[in-house]
């Protein structure tokens, strides 16, 4: 076990080198992805469609949990199912940290100040290091100790509209407990560009001008991996821009989402790693969680989340020794 | 009771008139905002703890519901005592919503579309004119019909980073049912200027691009009463300011925070109002919930909430009639 103390950002390096693996799946359960057995069982009720919803999450992270370093669950989807999705969503956080997955809660919060410190309460409390010992505690004694802990999370997504200070207050709490982040810089969406691409009368972009804020939040937590723990979130919908990014915040740890389902490629993607081969990791969601429609088994779910985490992994490696960049 | 599916900008200028009050409540609760006897309460253990905290929002909420048009929780405040937290939540938009107060749901949410639409599903389902029904129901009959709701919401926060494919599946749903939107354009916070005030290249800053994209997602929903359903949020820190953004958004129903804890002066929002003295809506957090400590009447903290709320209410009107704007 390593020490949970330690920096994120070296924390994401070593789980990188020693899962040999640039993937991260995201977790964004919908009623649409879930296999015929278990929509069905969704459909018997709201017992059963909490039911299927949860053994769909847990079922993927645990058929993945020895491919990638890290799961990304997206809150938005549990959010839909109201508390009980919540509840799940807890649980997945839970399952992910048990098998020793890094667990990044796609939160994107953003708020003033006062707010932020609410908010980083919630998602950041109860660090890692304390899970190890809760997790073996009973459910009643788990309620008391962490049932106001939404996670636990080794890093969250925020956004970065309100500027410094509502990104400090997460820092504050977060960086002492090994905590990561991912500030959104360039997002994957078609119109990101309307915000983030907007030209500065100075020269650049906001996004670049945000990334400069980035690299400027994560100068004191860069660790013994030459990587800080405040990462940022660049898609890999925008190849071309990938490598400005890189020269923007050469020790920042890169969350690339858009491969697969929204249409990146690993080839798009290898821009975003440094020249040793570190400092980035990408995101499929959608692609993995619904990989046994593409692959006609919907009886072997997790098997065919497993072939495309597999696949995905070698897309990845083989891009990046293209590139001369695989360094792991 | 009013027609629930007229457009949320109608329904918010009919509340104003009404109450003849442009202030909104917003509800942030923290430990150190209870009054005494509450907050000893809260130190007995955790069901202490959520009862002091759920007991102080609904009585803030039933304080001020005659005298205010709508209240503002903050999900920040309620997700920081975790899943208890965000029950409390839940329960003080129902009572805010049963006392006929607008509730503005403040969770600046913003992300990818499809992530978008699942944020928009568990927010806006279940649209407010079910909610008179269900209101009714007992608490196993509305578990099973709005379980899946965080919520009732009137109007929602959201964050325009993402740009347009973020905010439209919100609008998507709500507007149909009735319900609104405000858009951060420019926050109440020190920092906002690091990213919101940035100079563009063809003039103008940020703040004033998403001014123009706010306008423009409006411009369907334009009610009886000029105003659309897309609000904007500009706060009372930036005097000098609010007069280009009511320029650049002439039929936007405006948010403004900042008044009272924050440093905003009654006289610093008038620019925000429409010449009529219509189309804006002040936000006073903490100088409400606080109104105890300031009169030193802690066993009266809800009376104190009161009479500030009042104290608000004719300063404000005052401000807008001595700048010959108050029509209501």
Sequence with gaps: MTNQKQPFGDRLDQAVREKRSVAVVGIDPTLALLPPDLASQAREGTTGLYTAISDFCVGIVTAVADLVPAVKPNIAFFEAFGMHGLSIYKSVCLTAYNTGLLVIGDVKRGDIGSTAAAYAEGLLSAPPVDLQEIATLSTEAFQEKVGVLMGPHDALTLNPYLGSDSVKPFLDIGLENGQGFFVLVKTSNPSSAEVQDLRLENGGTVAESVARLVNDWGKTSIGESGLSSVGAVVGATHPAELGRYRELMPDTPFLVPGYGAQGGGAADVVAAFRSDGSGAVVNASRSILQAWKKDGTP????????????AMNSDL???????GKWGL
Excluded: I, K, N, Y
Excluded at 299 to 310: L, P, V, Y
Excluded at 317 to 323: D, K, P, T, Y
């Design 299 to 310: 009886d072997d779910w997790q098997g065919a989340a497993r072939r495309a985490a597999m």
């Design 317 to 323: 490696r083989e891009a990046l020794q293209q590139a």
